[in-house]
């Protein structure tokens, strides 16, 4: 079993879809990327610990690679817009990749530059990429919220 951490937005769409892929053992909602121990819910929404809502993946390397899960998130949100996605808007919100090994960082770094030459987008690529410190794990009722809701929306 190998991690995988990822933001793109509002992380109750985000936990879904991963959970949804063939090889992922577990998807849990998060927080990454700041400098408060144990943030709550309401001090990422301040904007004033620096975390990003995220999602950490668990998932078997010989059933869906990391590269898979990488085509993955940039399908799942836009990568070229900073702090925000969809309706969303704030650091917390922010494209990211928090990578645990520097084979993950070469991988994500590789996949983000074949995207920018892509041409499917017309502005840069703003994706933090950056080592995964503490996956801070969200509060119960964020966990599997989407299927709790049995909603299709991260509007909140």
Excluded at 18 to 26: A, H, K, N, S
Excluded at 62 to 76: G, H, K, N
Aim: hydrophobic share 30%; net charge negative; glycine share 8%.
């Amino acid at each position: 079993m190998e991690y995988a951490i990822f933001g793109a937005g509002c992380f109750w769409g985000v936990e879904e879809s991963f959970r949804q892929m063939p090889g992922v053992l577990e998807a849990e909602a998060g927080y990454s990327g700041g400098s408060t121990e144990h943030p709550s819910y309401r001090e990422v929404c301040s904007n004033t610990t620096g975390h990003a809502e995220t999602v950490r993946v668990a998932f078997d390397p010989e059933r869906v690679t990391y590269d898979q899960l990488l085509d993955a998130f940039w399908s799942m949100h836009d990568p070229t817009t900073p702090d925000r996605q969809g309706p969303d808007a704030g650091t917390q919100y922010r494209s990211a990749v928090f990578t645990y090994s520097p084979e993950q960082e070469r991988a994500a770094r590789a996949s983000r530059d074949r995207l920018a030459a892509s041409g499917r987008y017309t502005r840069p690529i703003v994706t933090e990429i950056a080592p995964a410190g503490t996956f801070w794990r969200a509060e119960e009722y964020h966990q599997r919220y989407l299927e709790k809701q049995g909603a299709r929306s991260c509007r909140r």
